[in-house]
């Protein structure tokens, strides 16, 4: 006998069920992607609807929270308006060097392998650039969305080979508004080129962003003199990028003081020179 073929299916509040597929979908219920038998779906509904609350409700709680508006003064906006133009500059000439640097890689696969299993994952990743990094992880089963100031050609092909379960989007992430949540968000190594005036309203998306309970994981410049409490700023391409290197003391106290625990650091050599990254894990504390 045949087994049955089940559809997993989603309404308007974000709660999830399984329908027969030979059947027609009730009203106000539409389907999420997944088939297949009715333990494989069931499963999968596991993996995704980790806050079972309806979505009306999550919506009513979050309108409850005041916001706390971050004031950027015009110079300031500039200065990152300055920056972004640059990273689309060297994108456009084939002046990404980052791109094909292996230790963006093997962060990413660190932290899979020691704060992640299967199944699958909804991840989201600022700034994708040319989706290396993006790619690791799609390559795991994990669903993917990500989001640069300029779109790649690869983005494409990441797309045709992957279909669904990637998504990317030009943009600033600071402007970012979207009301998805996500398991985990990633940010390999796009911090640490902010202005600090810039911090507060990073945190603060990537806080909205998180599911409860879900992960950050953060890429910095590692400062390596270990007599200080903050590392050191430098700026590069004619003063418009800049680099600021972290103590491990001041990346705990930024997690802490916007909601997050910090797990775990590790260090990566950056391959091409003396310098270290530092793998940063940390938890949305609720």
Not at 54 to 76: A, C, G, W
Not at 123 to 148: C, Q
Request: glycine fraction near 6%; include cysteine.
């Amino acid at each position: 006998m045949e087994e049955t073929l089940y559809s997993v299916v989603v309404n308007s509040e974000k709660q999830y069920s399984i329908w027969n597929t030979d059947k027609s979908l009730p009203i106000g219920w539409e389907e999420e992607g997944t088939k297949g038998t009715k333990e494989d779906c069931l499963e999968h509904i596991k993996t995704i609807w980790s806050d079972i609350r309806p979505k009306s409700l999550m919506d009513y709680i979050e309108r409850q929270i005041p916001k706390k508006k971050v004031v950027i003064t015009q110079d300031q906006k500039d200065k990152h308006l300055e920056a972004i133009d640059t990273y689309k500059k060297r994108y456009s000439a084939g002046l990404d060097t980052w791109s094909g640097m292996d230790y963006l890689k093997k962060g990413i696969q660190i932290f899979f392998n020691d704060y992640t299993s299967l199944p699958s994952k909804d991840v989201f990743e600022i700034g994708i650039g040319t989706g290396r990094s993006s790619e690791t992880v799609l390559e795991l089963g994990h669903s993917l969305t990500g989001i640069d100031v300029i779109e790649n050609d690869n983005w494409s092909i990441l797309k045709e080979k992957y279909g669904e379960k990637f998504h990317a989007f030009v943009g600033d992430f600071t402007e970012y508004t979207r009301s998805k949540k996500y398991d985990i968000v990633l940010d390999n190594g796009c911090l640490h080129h902010f202005e600090p005036e810039y911090y507060e309203i990073t945190f603060h998306q990537i806080h909205h962003l998180l599911k409860s309970k879900g992960w950050f994981y953060l890429a910095v410049f590692k400062e390596d003199d270990t007599s200080v409490e903050e590392g050191r700023v430098e700026y590069i391409d004619g003063g418009k990028r800049r680099c600021k290197y972290f103590t491990k003391k001041e990346i705990a106290a930024l997690f802490d003081h916007y909601g997050f625990t910090l797990k775990d650091t590790q260090e990566v050599s950056r391959s091409y020179d003396s310098l270290m990254t530092m793998l940063c894990i940390a938890q949305k504390q609720s």
